[in-house]
Structures are given as structure tokens and as C-alpha cells.
Nanobody, 122 residues
Framework: QVQLVESGGGLVQTGGSLRVSCVVSGRPISSYAMGWFRQAPGKEREFVAAVSWSGDIPSYAEFVKGRFTISRDNAKNAVFLQMNSLKPEDTAAYYC???????????????WGQGTQVTVSS
């Protein structure tokens, strides 16, 4: 059983930073590409960032390029999302996911965490 547990969300002011983490248990994450998605109330879940199993090929949604950084530590079985210059429109529940490819599509991921809430105040 593969489980993903996110943490690190919270309330931050516009322009602030947060780092959310996702720890995986059940299988080594070196087997998977890892992704971050987010979902705001009343909206569909959307792609934020992804990284290949080796960690050397990150990809980002246009709206976070230059502000967010995805990284992974296979030894710790964890993936991280450093979020800088946060904006109110970044407010959402952030989910990590594991899959066989660093895809931008929700349906291509096999396992999901329960999410961590990020709220950016104006």
C-alpha cells in the first residue's frame, strides 16, 4: 500500500513563502515521477509542478514558473514544493501524487495524498 502524506501548508501573507512536503510510504519513490497539483473551491484540480524519478527534469505550470521549485529526496522518500512570492490566487489545497511519468494530467497519476491547505491573504 502506497501512502502519501502532505504537510507544511498554512496561512501566509501575499509575497510570503511556504514549503510543503510529501512523505511517501509503502514503496521507494525512486520508482515514480512525482507531481504537485492544487484545487481551489469550485475549481478543477490543476497541475502545478512535476519531477522525473531522477529529479533532473522538473516541469512547471506557467503561472508558477520562477516562483515555485519542486525537488525530491529519494533517500528520504519525500518530495517538496518551495513556494515563493505567493499570491492570493495561489490559495488552494495542494496535493502530491506519484506516477510513472512526470505528467501534467491528473488521470496519469496512480497515488495521491490527502492534501494540505495553503491560504494566501491579501
Amino acid at each position: 500500500q502506497v501512502q502519501l502524506v502532505e504537510s507544511g501548508g498554512g496561512l501566509v501573507q501575499t509575497g510570503g513563502s511556504l514549503r510543503v512536503s510529501c512523505v511517501v510510504s509503502g514503496r521507494p519513490i525512486s520508482s515514480y515521477a512525482m507531481g504537485w497539483f492544487r484545487q481551489a473551491p469550485g475549481k478543477e484540480r490543476e497541475f502545478v509542478a512535476a519531477v522525473s524519478w531522477s529529479g533532473d527534469i522538473p516541469s512547471y505550470a506557467e503561472f508558477v514558473k520562477g516562483r515555485f521549485t519542486i525537488s525530491r529526496d529519494n533517500a528520504k522518500n519525500a518530495v517538496f514544493l518551495q513556494m515563493n512570492s505567493l499570491k492570493p490566487e495561489d490559495t488552494a489545497a495542494y496535493y502530491c501524487a506519484a506516477g510513472h511519468g512526470a505528467s501534467t494530467f491528473v488521470d496519469e497519476y496512480l497515488y495521491w495524498g490527502q492534501g494540505t491547505q495553503v491560504t494566501v491573504s491579501s
